[in-house]
């Protein structure tokens, strides 16, 4: 049996080769392909494309990739048409995942979206190319089983495939201990994994922590950057503010959120790692003019952030704009960091909610379901 598995950024990397190792598990002898990363490479997929090194948002950043993604687009279709896998399995990654989609169909090709884009939040009308192109949603939200069956489309809900992940994260204790023996209020700034957000988002950060030392002395800040490239880029932003503890590090995100006694995020899958730490957070995302527009038009849901969504309540306060906004955001944190009762209630928020959705087991439940569905499927075409 072959599968075919995409994801388009570091994310759906992570699921992916989750995913992958929850399939072996079950069925050792698959052959698995598809798009992705290093972290699906590792666990055992024949990488046809690395497609995560080209993980974009935003429309002009798409428009100026759109040969690539055309190429890509083109590989695909070559690659169903001789190589016929079982089924394709979409990991997020909304857009080119679309016309993957369509493809498969094209050649008859079963198609299972796993981590589905936030369709009901932004430009609903979109589910009529889950209608058309996809045969099960692999849902990781509660709510989202029963907004696509409504809509006519097959969905089962896995629970988040973060969770399996963060269950088993070991983190670094070496690095812990020479953190914790330094003293200070650590802060933690969490400013994405995509370069774009790295550019748009760290000078707040660096407004906000120049702001926030002058009103908790012994604080001091840990940045947590994605890949080396983006920690010398956060250094180029840091030149001119070396007078206060600010710090760079590379592959210590977990860390950072276990050592922080709040944090300043970037809006992305990273808060359910911050609700799995019960970490208080200000979640923030700055975008261009043109993204806010459009942002504007076709989001419909309350919430930016995932874990304020489950919660269906602003557990972590939201600053989403064009402009910088280091006042509110300090005055919050400062709160937090002085006012032990208020930072005390949103962990106790947090624990409630963690209790009620963070259960790990999604990749083995997808991993089952996918299976199943293509052995019955298989099934059915043998008895015909």
């Known amino acids: 049996m072959r599968i075919f598995i995409s994801a388009g950024e570091p994310s759906g990397d992570l699921h992916g080769s989750n995913l992958?190792?929850?399939?072996?598990?079950?069925?050792?002898?698959?052959?698995?392909?598809?798009?992705?990363?290093?972290?699906?490479?590792?666990?055992?997929?024949?990488?046809?494309?690395?497609?995560?090194?080209?993980?974009?948002?935003?429309?002009l950043p798409v428009l100026a990739n759109l040969p690539k993604f055309l190429g890509i687009l083109s590989k695909a279709d070559r690659w169903f048409r001789h190589h016929r896998p079982d089924a394709v399995v979409l990991i997020d990654y909304p857009g080119l995942h679309w016309w993957l989609a369509r493809r498969a169909h094209f050649h008859g090709i079963p198609v299972f979206y796993f981590v589905p884009p936030q369709i009901w939040a932004w430009a609903s009308w979109r589910v009529k190319k889950m209608q058309k192109w996809v045969d099960h949603v692999l849902c990781t939200l509660p709510f989202e089983e029963s907004w696509y069956r409504e809509r006519g489309v097959a969905a089962q809900?896995?629970?988040?495939?973060?969770?399996?992940?963060?269950?088993?994260?070991?983190?670094?204790?070496?690095?812990?201990?020479?953190?914790?023996?330094?003293?200070?209020?650590i802060v933690g700034l969490l400013p994405g994994s995509r370069s774009q957000e790295v550019e748009f988002n760290v000078p707040t950060m660096i407004r906000t922590a120049a702001r926030l030392r002058r009103l908790v002395p012994n604080a001091r800040f840990?940045?947590?950057?994605y890949k080396p490239h983006q920690r010398e880029r956060v250094r180029q932003f840091l030149r001119g503010h070396a007078d206060f503890p600010i710090e760079t590090h590379v592959g210590r995100t977990a860390e950072i959120i276990q050592l922080s006694e709040v944090c300043l995020s970037v809006s992305g899958s990273v808060g359910l790692e911050l609700l799995h730490a019960l970490k208080p957070a200000v979640v923030m995302y700055r975008v261009n003019p043109v993204t806010k527009y459009l942002a504007e038009k076709l989001v419909t849901c309350k919430f930016a952030s995932l874990v304020n969504l489950l919660a269906d309540r602003p557990l972590y306060p939201e600053f989403l704009s064009t402009?910088?906004?280091?006042?509110?955001?300090?005055?919050?944190?400062?709160?937090?960091?002085?006012?032990?009762?208020?930072?005390?209630?949103?962990?106790?928020?947090?624990?409630?909610?963690?209790?009620?959705?963070?259960?790990?087991?999604?990749c083995t439940r997808a991993a089952e379901y996918l299976l199943a569905t293509l052995d019955h499927r298989l099934l059915s075409r043998r008895a015909a």
Do not use: N
Not at 329 to 349: N, Y
């Open 157 to 185: 809900y896995m629970g988040h495939p973060y969770f399996d992940e963060l269950h088993q994260q070991r983190l670094d204790r070496t690095f812990l201990d020479e953190q914790r023996r330094r003293g200070g209020r």
């Open 323 to 362: 402009d910088c906004e280091s006042r509110g955001i300090t005055q919050i944190l400062h709160r937090w960091l002085t006012q032990p009762a208020e930072r005390e209630h949103v962990v106790d928020a947090l624990k409630q909610l963690r209790e009620r959705v963070a259960q790990p087991g999604a």
């Open 222 to 225: 840990l940045f947590a950057c």
């Open 20 to 59: 992958i190792r929850a399939l072996r598990r079950q069925q050792p002898d698959l052959h698995i392909e598809g798009f992705g990363g290093d972290r699906m490479a590792a666990a055992g997929c024949e990488l046809v494309y690395p497609l995560c090194k080209l993980a974009v948002m935003g429309f």
